[in-house]
């Protein structure tokens, strides 16, 4: 199923059970909640590059969610991936992956790095933030993606005598200035209305609880 967050740069795509797809269409990578048996199959057919998984978030270590990891990080080993991959789980994980690379004896060409999952801010991207909420020992997971700012208006700027230089970077960020003579140029009255980004809920409990319906009650969109 695939899924449009209107307003936004947000696609989302789940394909099995608790397993999700999000892309950025502003950026190639994409995120990914859990990795499922031949979760390479279902990624390709959906016309992505397995390349292009550049975060993966485990909520718990149940054979369903980790079943294909081993053989989606050989893939990425055996197409000659350079870049990193950092991957978000329980404490478990790094324990999992060590005794799969000793068995198995595979190396990868590219660096792993293993994020313990914790209460709270786990990504601070550029383009979007990821807080996870911990339920009676279940993640809940929270993508917010980064307000945009308005556009500046240029023409306004220049009809008030202001040519153009680094003012109006400052401007834009809404800073405010005052001139010789006491005018004040308000950076709000030169751009458009900053819009608030998308707020995707990733609600993996499967019990209602308090602390849970609080924080999402208000959003539009939830994913079970």
Known sequence: MKSYCFN??????????????????ISKNVLLFNCCESCQYLIVSNKYKINNISKIILVNMHVKNLSGLVGFLSSLNLIGRIKSLHIYGPSDL?????????????NFNYNIYV???????????????????????QYNFLVVEQEKV?????????????????LYGKLKKGLIFMLPD??????NCFTLITSQGCQIPYVLDEYCRRNGVEVFMKLKTIFF
Do not use: C, W
């Not at 313990?116 to 339920?135: A, M, Q």
């Not at 308005?150 to 680094?166: E, H, I, M, R």
């Open 8 to 25: 936004s740069n947000i696609k989302i795509i789940t394909y099995r059970d608790n397993n999700l797809m999000i892309q950025f269409s």
């Open 150 to 166: 308005g556009t500046f208006l240029v023409s306004k700027a220049q009809s008030n005598g202001l040519v153009p230089n680094s």
């Open 94 to 106: 790094v324990y999992y992956l060590e005794l799969n690379k000793k068995y198995s004896h595979t």
């Open 115 to 137: 994020h313990v999952l914790t209460s709270g801010l786990i990504i601070n991207d550029f383009n979007y933030k990821i807080y996870s909420i911990i339920s009676n020992r």
């Open 182 to 187: 006491g005018y004040l140029l308000d950076g």
